[in-house]
């Protein structure tokens, strides 16, 4: 049997029954400039192998992976010790990468130090006929340049070198949210920077329905308030007893339709009230946090 040559790139995808996103994910991937399926691999994660749901028919140059361990760095953790390529890239299921996403962060990588990491842009375009769910998805976006400016990235558009990922010892598998900041943070105190690409563009997928968006709000405060040091946790409680009018402000100043900007922030308002309840019940039941 011939050995499979050694990619130079290695996209993982963690998944949590998301399987209705994966046709549209797909294309985008083979619509990629990179010369995908023979210098790059894709590694998508299993994060609820038990999950009875058929999984799909996938094409040949993916890998699908079991991680039984919850949550998404977690997963990506597992599918970084499973990759062979020299570059990691990650992204989401529910992302859509641009056809020169690829291209983008591998000349990035060849050009800059490679000990350092890697961003790309998130849009999350307003469909057409979107509901107000998706309208204030789209307006909180993924403002990933004022991330890279705050010292941190999201994952849903990350790359960094494999070696850099074994110098810091991966994500921090603990984390069922925020493990994307507290990697590049730690990264940036060992000196470690962190680059935003602007050609390297991921499309994101706003959310539809209220459930989503309240169980992604539930995650976040979950990952903020029960998980990392002790003083850390206690700030962010008290930060989330305020009411979110500096997020509000941020809305106001974004250059969406007045229209939109409005119903964000009554939505903020909404998910605010989700917060405060899920702050409650971490602190005052032994429940795990919500994971997805």
């Not at 499973?82 to 591998?106: E, I, K, N, Q």
């Not at 998805?137 to 849903?156: E, K, N």
Request: hydrophobic share 45%; glycine share 8%.
């Amino acid at each position: 049997m011939t050995d499979l040559p050694v990619p130079e790139i290695s996209v993982i995808i963690p998944i949590y029954r998301q399987w209705e996103f994966l046709p549209d994910l797909i294309a985008t991937l083979a619509a990629q400039e990179f010369p995908l399926r023979s210098r790059a691999e894709v590694l998508l994660i299993d994060n609820d192998p038990a999950d009875p749901t058929p999984r799909p028919a996938l094409p040949d140059w993916i890998r699908l992976l079991p991680c039984p361990a919850p949550g998404s760095y977690a997963a990506r953790n597992m599918g970084a010790a499973m990759a062979r390529g020299r570059l990691l890239v990650f992204t989401d299921a529910d992302c859509r990468p641009h056809p020169g996403w690829l291209s983008a962060l591998y000349a990035a990588a060849e050009n800059r130090d490679p000990g350092g990491l890697l961003a790309g842009p998130v849009t999350m375009p307003v469909p057409k006929g979107a509901s107000v769910w998706q309208i204030f998805d789209a307006v909180r976006g993924i403002p990933q340049a004022a991330f890279v400016s705050r010292g941190y990235a999201a994952t849903a558009n990350l790359a960094m070198s494999r070696t850099l990922f074994e110098i810091l010892g991966g994500f921090d598998a603990r984390r069922l949210s925020g493990g994307d900041a507290e990697f590049c943070r730690r990264a940036g105190r060992q000196g470690h920077a962190l680059t935003l690409v602007p050609a390297a563009t991921v499309d994101h997928l706003a959310r539809d329905n209220f459930t989503a968006l309240a169980l992604k709000a539930r995650r976040i405060k979950g990952g903020q308030v029960a998980s990392g040091p002790l003083r850390r946790r206690f700030f962010w409680t008290l930060r989330s007893l305020v009411p979110p009018l500096r997020e509000a402000g941020h809305y106001l100043r974004s250059d969406h339709a007045l229209r939109h900007r409005l119903i964000a922030i009554g939505i903020r308002v909404l998910l605010w009230g989700v917060e405060l309840h899920e702050i409650t019940r971490l602190l005052l039941t032994r429940r795990p946090p919500e994971r997805r």
